[in-house]
């Protein structure tokens, strides 16, 4: 899925507690957890022989790629201002595009850094369900525990935030075993031929994510899976994907995304 080698360690400082932490973290991954011994990630990397160092400090989780100049950690990115858009009557073109509304269940196919799922818990609430499902094992560690621990303010983000259930799992795996008509909503984000987002913290995802192909039968499961749609996110002037069962597209006034939905089976 990737080629990105990693080991994990904890603070230029001893700390018997981070160190516990960081072993807890490589066991999960099952990675060398590597001792800081006071050396720089870049050190660190190069007597290693990895890309890249998962460290583990006081402050947050990251992921370091010295040779990249990358740090990722996690961060809920444009979910506040979207759901702050939504209470303002701005709308959002993802949301319209689910027809999605307080108690629906929807299933993340691509969870990634939790964005769209954030503002999908949101709006679903309490006696809603957002299931999501991250190809990559260390990007699904990664997002679910900043589910778990972030602290954001907002009217009910941290609340939306704290509800998703965040899993590790390849979507091309996991549709076929999930019941029919299980969901209302089934979304995917597959990566954009070229990417929307020029910050550092799009790198990393990019180098982690899943990029191949989503087929035919994996697009079946998703519409036999979903009770009212699939939604399929797409940069607008990427070349068009040959989806099946399309029924609309939704799209903000000057985005470059838009929102693709396809009809159940």
């Known amino acids: 899925m990737n080629d990105l080698t990693y080991v994990v360690t904890s603070s230029r400082r001893p700390d018997p507690e981070l160190d516990r932490q960081a072993r807890q973290w490589a066991e999960r991954l099952d990675v060398p957890f590597v001792p800081r011994a006071g050396r720089s990630?870049?050190?660190?990397?190069?007597?290693?022989?990895?890309?890249?160092?998962?460290?583990?400090?006081?402050?947050?989780?990251?992921?370091?790629?010295?040779?990249?100049?990358?740090?990722?950690?996690?961060?809920?990115?444009?979910?506040?201002?979207?759901?702050?858009?939504?209470?303002?009557?701005?709308?959002?073109?993802?949301?319209?595009?689910?027809?999605?509304?307080?108690?629906?269940?929807?299933?993340?196919?691509?969870?990634?850094?939790?964005?769209?799922?954030?503002?999908?818990?949101?709006?679903?609430?309490?006696?809603?369900?957002?299931?999501?499902?991250?190809?990559?094992?260390?990007?699904?560690?990664?997002?679910?525990?900043?589910?778990?621990?972030?602290e954001i303010e907002g009217p009910g983000v941290e609340e939306a935030m704290r509800r998703i259930d965040a899993r590790h799992g390849d979507c091309r795996e996991i549709l076929p075993t999930i019941a029919t008509s299980a969901f209302d909503v089934v979304y995917l984000d597959p990566f954009f031929e070229r990417t929307v987002e020029q910050s550092q913290a799009m790198q990393p995802l990019r180098r982690l994510g899943l990029h191949e192909p989503i087929g035919d039968e994996t697009w079946e499961h998703a519409r036999r899976v979903a009770r009212r749609c699939v939604v399929v996110k797409r940069r607008r002037d990427d070349e068009p994907l040959d989806l099946p069962g399309v029924i609309g597209v939704e799209a903000g006034g000057g985005s470059r995304v838009q929102y693709v939905v396809l009809a159940p089976t």
Do not use: K
């Open 41 to 150: 990630v870049a050190r660190l990397c190069r007597d290693e022989r990895v890309d890249a160092a998962l460290t583990i400090t006081a402050e947050r989780v990251t992921l370091r790629i010295p040779d990249e100049e990358v740090e990722y950690f996690f961060h809920p990115s444009m979910a506040r201002t979207r759901i702050r858009n939504i209470i303002d009557g701005m709308g959002d073109p993802m949301v319209t595009a689910m027809q999605l509304r307080a108690g629906d269940e929807v299933l993340d196919c691509t969870l990634g850094r939790a964005t769209d799922a954030t503002v999908a818990s949101w709006i679903v609430g309490e006696d809603g369900l957002v299931v999501g499902y991250e190809a990559n094992r260390l990007l699904a560690e990664l997002t679910a525990h900043g589910l778990a621990t972030y």
